[in-house]
């Protein structure tokens, strides 16, 4: 079949890859010059398949007024007249239960153990070079009652088949010596091994290149589809400024430019950008002492990946507009809570910053699969977790397509649900 991928990200890659390796003659549009440079470019780097909880939980609601008010808090609301905005917070607020947050922990979870196979087979079948590490990931809690939280989501996540360990602080800095730098701040952790890091943007081009060499796919940059030409109940091609292509199938993987084009066809799609930002630290051997696993310091919402001779890191959740641009004030508190965590860590002064947009549905979980139109298929809306997700997502909607039972439960992904 001749099949259409919208978006050159990393999940309209990974789907082109696994349509593709199926014997599909895949063509994949980017409206960029590069794959991968929106929110693919430089993300915090984990492939982080057991930290999936969603972020609307009831814990978080009495955090909402510190959002509001607090200008250096982690996670910042901006409000706005834009009714988008107004009906994404209020589908937030609904899926703001204990009941909804557990069962979409389960589903992710489903998808992400899913994905980690996944990768742990793409890598060893592929052999690609993303500064890929199988290291393990540490999230380290300032705050006792925080840690007690996380103590209960481990068991719960333990029913759920996560290997997770508690540590207190002592066993936290054995694991990652680093972490002395925080003294009796640090109140204990949660050690997850199974968890991987590597370059998102490297992961994207490089298999682009080898679905391309050894799949036969094409991808095509500048090529921002401008609308889709329907008949009937099916999509029959796509709309370039190069002129119409058109394919038996079309996968919408366009990150938040998702939205825009399923407008165009009457599709409302419950997604809105989630602002975060990152730095990128030139780390020098033997001046500077990174972490060697990832860690997440969940006090400021941070994450710190090595990737290479790099130290990632990454945070701050904005829901801050429809079109957000680089807050300076947000990069500069980024730098000054590494800076301070983890003084000798890496260059921050040679630190390259960041900002992208996660395309967040409200209760986290991403959009793949069917839409009303037979030949139209969605693969989006990943927020927090395109990297960790991709594989997976990539993998079930190969299986929606090929009219396969898939491996868990697809319906729990659906754009009806
Ligand atoms: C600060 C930050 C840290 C993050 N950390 C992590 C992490 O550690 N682990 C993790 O798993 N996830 C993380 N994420 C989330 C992750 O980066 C995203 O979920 C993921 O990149 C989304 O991938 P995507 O392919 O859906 O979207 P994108 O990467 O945005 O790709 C969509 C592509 O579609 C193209 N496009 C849009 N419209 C059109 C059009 N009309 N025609 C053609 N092309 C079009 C765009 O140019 C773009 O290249 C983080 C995000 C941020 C912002």
Known sequence: MRICVLGGGVVGVASAYYLAREGHSVTLLEAREGLALETSLANGAQLSYSYVAPLADPAVLPKLPGWLLNRDSPLRFVPSLDPHQWRWCLAFLRACRSDVARAVTAELLGLGYHSRALVHDLVTREKLDFDYQRNGKLVVYRDPAAFAGARRQLD???????????????????????????????????????????????????LAELTGQRYGARFHCGERVTGLRREGRAVVAVRTEGGEIEADAFVIAAGMGSVPLLAQLG???????????????????GRHRPPGISITDLHHKVVYARLGQRLRIAGMVDLAGRHPRADRRRIALLARQARETFPDSADFDAATAWCGSRPATPDSKPLIGATPYANLW???????????????????????????????????FALAR
């Open 156 to 206: 719960y996540q333990a029913g759920l088949g996560s290997s997770q360990q508690a540590l207190d602080g002592a066993a936290c800095v054995a694991l990652e010596p680093v972490l002395a730098q925080l003294g009796d701040r640090l109140a204990g952790g949660i050690h997850t091994p199974s968890e991987d890091a590597g370059d998102c943007h490297a992961f994207s081009t490089k």
């Open 378 to 412: 969605l693969n989006t809306g990943h927020g927090a977790l395109g990297f960790t997700l991709a594989c997976g997502s990539a993998a079930l909607l190969a299986d929606a397509i090929a009219g396969r039972p898939a491996p868990l439960d697809a319906a729990a």
């Open 267 to 285: 599709l409302r799609l419950p997604m809105y950008p989630l602002t975060g930002y990152s730095l990128t630290a030139p780390v020098v051997s």
